[in-house]
């Protein structure tokens, strides 16, 4: 039963096995779910946030996961609209893992803002004047369009194609999917912005507020590049582990390092623009209201490291290894620097988040402490165990990567040469 | 965002911002909408079998899509544009006007130890159409075929009456964990079925007005280079699948079951790759 509904010619491990993998991660998600259900249940009491400390683990995990996802428009851009036909062979894992980190982000952006039974007012009566409504809006949308998207990767597993009317829907849907990737990429452009265009209205967090070009903060677009820069590592980073885990060839060598080099290309724009922005806002925007930029890391343990780490260590360095093709070349090389620019976005998420909150702005303020309580922790875990049962179901089912079967023909053949020369001659 | 809430103006920033999530919201649905009319009018004129076909040949790796005149020598390379259907090529119809397929000399080609009588048509996807005197065509596996079948655990054959199509589901063989879908190499009403033992699968009344094209199909000289490389991809799909591939490397020739002689073999696999079903 469950042989026929994996993927012909590929090589899965037994069920019980499978159910070995899938159960501790099961049992993450449980705790996970029941934490998230104190927080729905009894509030926000169960987190350690508070009026004063409003961002928190859930925050930082939503902003990351959304860098992290931008994979999916990325590549979907790349391959449908740039017709870099290359990325193919990682085009579904690829909406897989936007899809993950999308519903996941929405998933604890309703649990963040409570009254589950409310969400709807969100769409019905939008505060117009937040920029928040455009990032539900568009993350809503893009989360359709990526749902839409895994739609012909499920209805071409192998026992589901049998009934015609997926099989055709699967094949007509697939004709249009360039559609869905334009519609995807303007949607993740936006929201991406959005989340950073937030810091272009936040002044009251001088550490954090930006100024930029007519309605846009320079956070706005250094979020959309960041973005960029990343998503393709991601995939590159998740590209190898599962390699590693199924012990297996998913895609050719030369596509992890054409993922390399296009994020490294973005990355060295983002460590520009990043540079760039952090001059402009160290010498004008943050002495412009009243503070001189060293007083932020004067406050241990946030000192000039994080800046200098964020800037150089996960950014530069990175940037320079993906774009030396001899050190691309190197598998090791390659995924540390992929790890590296995933790293850095997330550092950076934290501290345009949990910093800037930590750090004091007026005169009476301290600077704040923040742990999050295990409730929250729990539900964080419940986003990392969803992320994996939802991918390793997926890899398990359906044909993440095309190329699979024929790279695992390809390592028996090359054994096989001298023989077929015999068979010519014969 | 709705024009009826409250703290909603007409001016041009909320205009903007409507304008643009109604487009997207448009382009989704209008995407969503289109592929579920297309589905439904390729259901209502039965084209689930030509879609099914389209899309295993679109999942077929390269290197097995390849133009017949590269077999041929023809073409160094050349992907088929057409799915194996060459009736709608016109670069099949230039060439074979110019170097028309030679006959062969032989009634029949004996290639590594399997023989292929040249008194028929050869499908891609291992099976052959020969043209009876009374107008219909028998259908049946070619030696490969029934060399990689053996004796088949059980047969789906289509019942008198149904109408098959070139590149759509001729029948359906089960042979221990494989089950795959035979390639039907004509288009037709089936009149009557045979045995696997019997040598043939099915006679099928030619569609239309009774004539019926083969130009999709080998014959005669295209049979040879065809063979040789499907002896190749079976090398290669069998040292993959059973991690043995002695079975050309001492000049022997393939036995008459290949399944029994690779009892650890994912056979399913192997037989996908040959009767092209990915």
Same mark, same amino acid.
């Not at chain 1, 070349?329 to 930590?358: D, I, K, P, Y």
């Not at chain 2, 297309?38 to 004129?45: G, K, T, Y």
């Not at chain 2, 037709?188 to 099928?204: A, D, I, K, M, N």
């Given at each position: 039963m469950d042989k026929d509904f994996i993927t012909r010619g590929v090589r899965r491990c037994s069920p019980n096995r499978f159910f070995l993998w899938m159960a501790p991660w099961v049992a993450m998600l449980g705790f996970g779910l029941y934490s998230a259900g104190l927080c729905l249940v009894k509030g926000l009491n169960q987190t350690n946030m508070d009026n004063r400390f409003a961002f928190g683990l859930w925050i930082f995990l939503d902003l990351t996961v959304i860098a992290l996802g931008a994979g999916a428009f990325f590549t979907g851009f790349l391959v449908y609209? #740039?017709? #870099?036909?290359? #990325?193919k062979a990682v085009i579904n894992s690829a909406v897989v893992i936007g899809l993950v980190c999308y519903s996941g982000a929405v998933c604890v952006l309703m649990v963040d803002v409570g009254q589950p039974l409310r969400a709807w007012f969100t769409f019905w009566y939008p505060n117009v004047h937040s920029m928040l409504t455009e990032v539900t809006f568009c993350i809503s949308c893009y989360l359709a369009v990526l749902a839409i998207e895994y739609l012909p990767i499920v209805l071409k597993n192998r026992k589901l194609r049998q009934v015609p009317s997926f099989l055709v829907f699967e094949f007509e849907l697939h004709k249009l999917v360039y559609v869905l990737a334009g519609v995807g990429t303007f949607l993740s452009f936006f929201h991406q912005g959005s989340l950073g265009g937030l810091y272009g209205v936040l002044r009251g967090r001088p550490f954090a507020f930006r100024e930029g070009l007519a309605l846009w903060p320079s956070t706005f677009f250094l979020f959309i590049i960041s973005a960029a820069a990343v998503g393709p590592s991601f995939i590159l980073l998740t590209t190898w582990m599962v390699e590693k885990i199924t012990r297996k060839r998913l895609v050719r060598p030369e596509v992890l390092e054409l993922l390399g080099r296009i994020s490294g290309l973005m990355l060295a724009v983002y460590v520009l623009a990043k540079s760039v922005d952090t001059l402009i806002w160290i010498n004008r925007t943050s002495p412009g209201v009243g503070f001189p930029a060293w007083q932020y890391y004067s406050w241990n343990p946030f000192g000039t490291w994080i800046l200098f780490s964020e800037i150089v260590i996960f950014g530069l360095a990175p940037a320079l290894i993906l774009l030396m093709p001899a050190l691309r070349r190197r598998r090791g090389w390659l995924v540390s620097a992929a790890a590296m620019a995933c790293l850095g976005v997330a550092l950076n998420r934290f501290v345009m988040t949990v910093q800037t909150l930590a750090l004091p702005t007026l005169s009476f303020d301290k600077f704040l402490w923040y742990t999050p309580s295990w409730q929250e922790t729990g539900t964080f875990l419940a986003v990392v165990a969803y992320g994996v049962l939802v991918y390793s179901f997926s890899f398990r089912y359906f044909r993440l990567f095309p190329d699979e079967r024929m790279l695992q023909t390809e390592v028996k053949t090359e054994e096989v040469e001298e023989p077929l020369e015999m068979a010519r001659r014969y | 965002m709705l024009p009826w809430i409250y703290g909603f103006h007409w001016n041009a920033g909320h205009i903007i911002f409507l304008g643009a999530f109604y487009t997207v919201l448009a382009a989704v649905a209008t995407t969503l909408i289109v592929a579920a009319r297309r589905s439904r009018r390729a259901l209502v004129e039965h084209r689930a079998e030509d879609i099914g076909w389209h899309s295993d040949f679109h999942d077929l790796p390269p290197q097995d899509r390849v133009c017949r005149h590269v077999l041929t020598g023809e073409f160094q390379s050349r992907e088929c544009a057409n799915a194996f259907d060459c009736r709608h090529c016109e670069t099949h119809a230039k060439l074979i006007a110019l170097r028309p397929v030679p006959e062969a000399q032989a009634a029949e080609e004996e290639i590594l130890g399997m023989t292929f009588p040249l008194d028929r048509f050869y499908h891609r996807g291992h099976t052959w159409a020969r043209v009876e005197p009374d107008g219909t065509v028998t259908v049946g596996l070619d030696d490969l075929g029934e060399r990689l079948l053996?004796?088949?655990?059980a047969v789906e054959l289509p019942p008198p009456g149904t109408r098959v199509s070139v590149n759509g589901t001729a029948f359906r063989v089960r042979k221990r964990d494989a089950s795959v879908r035979v390639l039907s190499p004509v288009d037709g009403e089936v009149v009557e079925t045979g045995t696997p033992g019997g040598g043939w699968y099915l006679r099928v009344k030619p569609a239309g007005h009774g004539e019926m094209d083969f130009r999709h199909l080998l014959r005669g000289a295209e049979v040879w280079p065809w063979l040789m490389r499907e002896m190749e991809r079976l090398q290669i799909a069998l040292s993959a699948e059973a991690g043995a591939a002695a079975t050309l490397a001492d000049g022997g020739v393939p036995v008459k079951d290949i399944a029994a002689a690779y009892p650890e073999a994912n056979w399913d696999a192997v037989c996908g790759e040959m009767f092209l079903e990915p």
């Amino acid at each position: 039963m469950d042989k026929d509904f994996i993927t012909r010619g590929v090589r899965r491990c037994s069920p019980n096995r499978f159910f070995l993998w899938m159960a501790p991660w099961v049992a993450m998600l449980g705790f996970g779910l029941y934490s998230a259900g104190l927080c729905l249940v009894k509030g926000l009491n169960q987190t350690n946030m508070d009026n004063r400390f409003a961002f928190g683990l859930w925050i930082f995990l939503d902003l990351t996961v959304i860098a992290l996802g931008a994979g999916a428009f990325f590549t979907g851009f790349l391959v449908y609209i #740039l017709k #870099l036909h290359e #990325l193919k062979a990682v085009i579904n894992s690829a909406v897989v893992i936007g899809l993950v980190c999308y519903s996941g982000a929405v998933c604890v952006l309703m649990v963040d803002v409570g009254q589950p039974l409310r969400a709807w007012f969100t769409f019905w009566y939008p505060n117009v004047h937040s920029m928040l409504t455009e990032v539900t809006f568009c993350i809503s949308c893009y989360l359709a369009v990526l749902a839409i998207e895994y739609l012909p990767i499920v209805l071409k597993n192998r026992k589901l194609r049998q009934v015609p009317s997926f099989l055709v829907f699967e094949f007509e849907l697939h004709k249009l999917v360039y559609v869905l990737a334009g519609v995807g990429t303007f949607l993740s452009f936006f929201h991406q912005g959005s989340l950073g265009g937030l810091y272009g209205v936040l002044r009251g967090r001088p550490f954090a507020f930006r100024e930029g070009l007519a309605l846009w903060p320079s956070t706005f677009f250094l979020f959309i590049i960041s973005a960029a820069a990343v998503g393709p590592s991601f995939i590159l980073l998740t590209t190898w582990m599962v390699e590693k885990i199924t012990r297996k060839r998913l895609v050719r060598p030369e596509v992890l390092e054409l993922l390399g080099r296009i994020s490294g290309l973005m990355l060295a724009v983002y460590v520009l623009a990043k540079s760039v922005d952090t001059l402009i806002w160290i010498n004008r925007t943050s002495p412009g209201v009243g503070f001189p930029a060293w007083q932020y890391y004067s406050w241990n343990p946030f000192g000039t490291w994080i800046l200098f780490s964020e800037i150089v260590i996960f950014g530069l360095a990175p940037a320079l290894i993906l774009l030396m093709p001899a050190l691309r070349r190197r598998r090791g090389w390659l995924v540390s620097a992929a790890a590296m620019a995933c790293l850095g976005v997330a550092l950076n998420r934290f501290v345009m988040t949990v910093q800037t909150l930590a750090l004091p702005t007026l005169s009476f303020d301290k600077f704040l402490w923040y742990t999050p309580s295990w409730q929250e922790t729990g539900t964080f875990l419940a986003v990392v165990a969803y992320g994996v049962l939802v991918y390793s179901f997926s890899f398990r089912y359906f044909r993440l990567f095309p190329d699979e079967r024929m790279l695992q023909t390809e390592v028996k053949t090359e054994e096989v040469e001298e023989p077929l020369e015999m068979a010519r001659r014969y | 965002m709705l024009p009826w809430i409250y703290g909603f103006h007409w001016n041009a920033g909320h205009i903007i911002f409507l304008g643009a999530f109604y487009t997207v919201l448009a382009a989704v649905a209008t995407t969503l909408i289109v592929a579920a009319r297309r589905s439904r009018r390729a259901l209502v004129e039965h084209r689930a079998e030509d879609i099914g076909w389209h899309s295993d040949f679109h999942d077929l790796p390269p290197q097995d899509r390849v133009c017949r005149h590269v077999l041929t020598g023809e073409f160094q390379s050349r992907e088929c544009a057409n799915a194996f259907d060459c009736r709608h090529c016109e670069t099949h119809a230039k060439l074979i006007a110019l170097r028309p397929v030679p006959e062969a000399q032989a009634a029949e080609e004996e290639i590594l130890g399997m023989t292929f009588p040249l008194d028929r048509f050869y499908h891609r996807g291992h099976t052959w159409a020969r043209v009876e005197p009374d107008g219909t065509v028998t259908v049946g596996l070619d030696d490969l075929g029934e060399r990689l079948l053996g004796v088949p655990d059980a047969v789906e054959l289509p019942p008198p009456g149904t109408r098959v199509s070139v590149n759509g589901t001729a029948f359906r063989v089960r042979k221990r964990d494989a089950s795959v879908r035979v390639l039907s190499p004509v288009d037709g009403e089936v009149v009557e079925t045979g045995t696997p033992g019997g040598g043939w699968y099915l006679r099928v009344k030619p569609a239309g007005h009774g004539e019926m094209d083969f130009r999709h199909l080998l014959r005669g000289a295209e049979v040879w280079p065809w063979l040789m490389r499907e002896m190749e991809r079976l090398q290669i799909a069998l040292s993959a699948e059973a991690g043995a591939a002695a079975t050309l490397a001492d000049g022997g020739v393939p036995v008459k079951d290949i399944a029994a002689a690779y009892p650890e073999a994912n056979w399913d696999a192997v037989c996908g790759e040959m009767f092209l079903e990915p």
